[in-house]
C-alpha cells in the first residue's frame, strides 16, 4: 500500500506540472503577440519537460524519500526560477507578464515552506531577476533600461517580501495544526487505552477481554478450540485487611504482569472484577487448558510480592472451563465459575475442571 505522504507528493507533483503548463501557455501567448522569440518558448517548454520527467522518476519510483527533503519543494522551485529567469530575459518587451511566472511557482512555496526556506527562495527569485538585468544589459543594451529594471526589480522584491510573510503565517498555523494532530492522536490512543485496559493492573478489562473471547469463539465455531480459566485470589480480602489496601492492589497489579508473561501471546488475560480474572486461552482444549491453569497456580505461589511481608505468599483458585459448540460464552464462563467455587470449597490453591 502506498504511503499517504508519497501519495500526497504525486498529487503536489501534478499540480507543479499543472502549473508549469499554465507558465508555458503564458510564454507562448507572449511568442504569438509577438514579444517573444518563439524559439524561446520552444527552450522554455522543453526544459520544464524535461524538469517534470526528472522529478517524475525520482518521485513516482521512491528515489525522493532518500533525500532530507523528499517533497523536493526546494529544487522544484529554483529550477522554475531558473527556467523563468531565462524567459524574462528572451522578452525584454514582455517582461511584467513574464515575471508574473515567478509568483507563480512562488505560489506553491507558501503552501509547502517553512518561514526558513521560503525566505531563501524568495531571495533567489531577487538574484535570478538581478542576473537577468545584468544579462539583459549584455546582450539586449538597445531594449534595456536600467532605471526601469532596477524599479521593477525593488517592486519584485517587495512583492516576494510580502508573500514570504504571507507564507511564513500560513506555515506556522500548519505546524499547529501538525501539533493538534499530534496531540488529538495521542489523546485518542490514550482514550482508547483507558477504554480496554483495566488502570489499576495494565491487562484488559472485562470490556475487552469479552471481545476477545467473542473473537476466539468464533474462531473455534470453525473446528478449533477455546478454554477459560476464572481465576480468585484466596483470602483477598485478608491481605487488605492485614496489610492495606495498597498491598492489595499490589498483590493484583504483580499478578496480572506475571500472568501476563506466562501466557501465550495469543492468549488473554482480563480483570473480570475485584480480585477475580478471566484467562481466554486460544485454540487449547480442556486437558491443555488445566495444565495451563496447573503452571499458573504453581507460579502464583511461588510469586513474591514486594509490598507483603518477607514469607508472606499468595494463592489463587482457578476454574477451568473448554467451551463447547454452540454455548453461549455467559455459560461457559459460568460453568467456570462453578469450577471456581468447587476449587475454593475444596481448600484453595487449587484447580478444578468444570463439568
Keep these: ?34 514579444y517573444l522569440p518563439m524559439h524561446a518558448v520552444l527552450a522554455y517548454g522543453g526544459g520544464a519537460a524535461v524538469c517534470a520527467a526528472i522529478f517524475s522518476v525520482l518521485i513516482f519510483s521512491g ?55 521560503l525566505t531563501w527562495v524568495a531571495l533567489s527569485y531577487v538574484g535570478f531577476y538581478a542576473v537577468m538585468i545584468v544579462l ?45 494532530n499530534q496531540e488529538l492522536a495521542a489523546a485518542l490512543r490514550c482514550a482508547e487505552k483507558l477504554a480496554t485496559t483495566d488502570p489499576l493492573t495494565g491487562c484488559s478489562n472485562r470490556r475487552q477481554v469479552l471481545g476477545q473471547l467473542q473473537v476466539e469463539a468464533q474462531r473455534a465455531a470453525r473446528g478449533g478450540a477455546l478454554s477459560v480459566g ?10 487488605n485487611d492485614a496489610h492495606g489496601h495498597a498491598a492489595g492492589d499490589a498483590v493484583l497489579r504483580t499478578f496480572a504482569a506475571e500472568a501476563l508473561r506466562a501466557l501465550r501471546p495469543t492468549d488473554g488475560l482480563g480483570r473480570w472484577g475485584g480480585e477475580e480474572f478471566l484467562v481466554v486461552l486460544s485454540q487449547t482444549r480442556l486437558e491443555a487448558a488445566l495444565a495451563a491453569a496447573e503452571r499458573l497456580r504453581r507460579m502464583v505461589e511461588e510469586m513474591a510480592v514486594p509490598a507483603l511481608p518477607e514469607g508472606r505468599r499468595v494463592t489463587v483458585s482457578i476454574g477451568v472451563a473448554e467451551h463447547r459448540a454452540g454455548e453461549p460464552l455467559d455459560q461457559t464462563v459460568e460453568r467456570a465459575d462453578q469450577a471456581l467455587y468447587r476449587a475454593k470449597q475444596g481448600g484453595r490453591n487449587r484447580v478444578e475442571a468444570a463439568v
Excluded: C
Design 1 to 34: 500500500m502506498l504511503d499517504p505522504r508519497q501519495q500526497t507528493r504525486r498529487q503536489r507533483l501534478g499540480m507543479v506540472m499543472a502549473a508549469s503548463a499554465v507558465a508555458v501557455s503564458i510564454a507562448l501567448a507572449v511568442a504569438l503577440a509577438g
Design 230 to 239: 476464572l481465576v480468585d485470589m484466596d483470602h483477598f480480602k485478608a491481605i
Design 136 to 180: 539583459s544589459v549584455m546582450f539586449f543594451a538597445d531594449a534595456t533600461e536600467i532605471p526601469r529594471e532596477l524599479f521593477r526589480l525593488f517592486l519584485f522584491a517587495l512583492l516576494l517580501g510580502w508573500f514570504t510573510i504571507l507564507g511564513s503565517y500560513f506555515s506556522g498555523l500548519r505546524a499547529k495544526l501538525r501539533k493538534a
Design 63 to 117: 528515489a525522493n524519500q532518500r533525500f532530507a527533503d523528499p517533497s523536493l519543494s526546494l529544487p522544484m522551485l529554483l529550477a522554475a526560477g531558473a527556467m523563468t529567469t531565462y524567459i524574462v530575459l528572451m522578452g525584454p518587451q514582455a517582461r511584467p507578464a513574464l515575471a508574473s511566472i515567478y509568483l507563480i511557482a512562488f505560489m506553491f512555496g507558501t503552501l509547502t515552506l517553512d518561514a526558513r526556506r
